[in-house]
C-alpha cells in the first residue's frame, strides 16, 4: 500500500446471521480521489461504508484507513476514527443544540480545542457549506438541505483525511438536492477524498474519479465514470442505469 491509498478494502466479508451481505470487496480510495458507489437498495452500500469507519465489525477482510489496519483487534478505535468523516442519509444533529454547538462540541471534546479556536474553525466552515449567519439557529429552524450542510460541515470541523458520505441526499425534497450537491462538488474541487454512496447519476458522472457498481454484496464493475455509467460492460449494470438514468 503506497502513502497515496488512504482507504484500502481486500477482500471483505460481512454477514448478518446467515445473510451474506458482503461477499469479497475490494477497494481502494487514493488521496484527492472521488470514489461513487452505486447499486440498487440491498445491495450492500451502505454495510461496506459502515465497515470502512468501524461501525460493523468485519467477519473476514482488511480494511486499513490512514494507516490504520481497522481490522486489528488492538487497534485504538476512537483515533482511527478520528481521520474520517461521515456524513448519512439522516443528518444526525443534536437537535437540542444550536448550529454552533453542533460544530463544536465534537473538536472540544475529541481534539481538546479550545471554545475560541473551535468556534473560528466551525465558522470557517459554515462559510464553507454556504450557511454564514445560521451559528445561532437550532436544526430544526433549518431547512433539510440546510440541515444536511450542518452536517457536512461539522465533519469538517474535525479535520478529516476522508469523508463518507450514505445516500447525503436521499432523504431531501428535490429543490433542496442541489445546494448539497454543490457543496460537495466544491469540497472535490478542494481535493477532499470522498467515498459516496449515491443514486445522483448526474454527480457521480461529473465527479467522480472511479464508479464501483455493487450487487448481491460485489462489485460488478468499477472504472471511470465514462465507461461504467456511460458504457456499462455487464448486463446487470446497465439494467440498473436503464431504471435510474
Ligand atoms: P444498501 O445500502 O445497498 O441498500 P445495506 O448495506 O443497507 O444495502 O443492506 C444490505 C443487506 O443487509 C440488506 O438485505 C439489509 O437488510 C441487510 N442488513 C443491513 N444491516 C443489517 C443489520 N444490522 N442486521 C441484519 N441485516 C442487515
Ligand atoms: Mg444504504
Known amino acids: 500500500?503506497?502513502?497515496?491509498?488512504?482507504?484500502?478494502?481486500?477482500?471483505?466479508?460481512?454477514?448478518?446471521?446467515?445473510?451474506?451481505?458482503?461477499?469479497?470487496?475490494?477497494?481502494?480510495?487514493?488521496?484527492?480521489?472521488?470514489?461513487?458507489?452505486?447499486?440498487?437498495?440491498?445491495?450492500?452500500?451502505?454495510?461496506?461504508?459502515?465497515?470502512?469507519?468501524?461501525?460493523?465489525?468485519?467477519?473476514?477482510?482488511?480494511?486499513?484507513?490512514?494507516?490504520?489496519?481497522?481490522?486489528?483487534?488492538?487497534?485504538?478505535?476512537?483515533?482511527?476514527?478520528?481521520?474520517?468523516?461521515?456524513?448519512?442519509?439522516?443528518?444526525?444533529?443534536?437537535?437540542?443544540?444550536?448550529?454552533?454547538?453542533?460544530?463544536?462540541?465534537?473538536?472540544?471534546?475529541?481534539?481538546?480545542?479550545?471554545?475560541?479556536?473551535?468556534?473560528?474553525?466551525?465558522?470557517?466552515?459554515?462559510?464553507?457549506?454556504?450557511?454564514?449567519?445560521?451559528e445561532r439557529s437550532l436544526p430544526t429552524q433549518l431547512s433539510g438541505g440546510q440541515q444536511q450542510r450542518v452536517a457536512i460541515a461539522r465533519a469538517l470541523s474535525m479535520n478529516p483525511d476522508v469523508m463518507l458520505f450514505d445516500e447525503p441526499t436521499s432523504a431531501l425534497d428535490p429543490e433542496l438536492v442541489g445546494d448539497v450537491l454543490a457543496v460537495m462538488r466544491q469540497l472535490a474541487r478542494d481535493g477532499m477524498t470522498m467515498l459516496v454512496v449515491t443514486h445522483e447519476m448526474q454527480f457521480a458522472r461529473e465527479v467522480a474519479d472511479v464508479v464501483l457498481f455493487m450487487d448481491g454484496g460485489v462489485v460488478v464493475e468499477q472504472g471511470p465514470p465514462s465507461q461504467v455509467i456511460a458504457d456499462p460492460q455487464h448486463e446487470r449494470t446497465q439494467t440498473f442505469l436503464s431504471r435510474v438514468l
Open 1 to 134: 500500500m503506497t502513502d497515496d491509498v488512504i482507504v484500502q478494502v481486500s477482500g471483505l466479508h460481512k454477514a448478518f446471521g446467515r445473510l451474506e451481505v458482503l461477499k469479497g470487496i475490494d477497494l481502494e480510495v487514493q488521496r484527492g480521489q472521488v470514489v461513487c458507489i452505486i447499486g440498487p437498495s440491498g445491495s450492500g452500500k451502505s454495510t461496506l461504508l459502515r465497515c470502512v469507519n468501524l461501525l460493523e465489525e468485519p467477519n473476514d477482510g482488511s480494511v486499513v484507513v490512514n494507516g490504520f489496519q481497522i481490522t486489528d483487534p488492538d487497534i485504538d478505535i476512537d483515533r482511527a476514527r478520528r481521520g474520517i468523516g461521515m456524513v448519512f442519509q439522516s443528518f444526525n444533529l443534536f437537535s437540542h443544540l444550536s448550529v454552533l454547538d453542533n460544530l463544536t462540541i465534537a473538536q472540544r471534546k475529541v481534539l481538546k480545542r479550545d471554545k475560541a479556536e473551535a468556534e473560528r474553525i466551525a465558522l470557517e466552515n459554515l462559510r464553507k457549506v454556504g450557511l454564514t449567519g445560521k
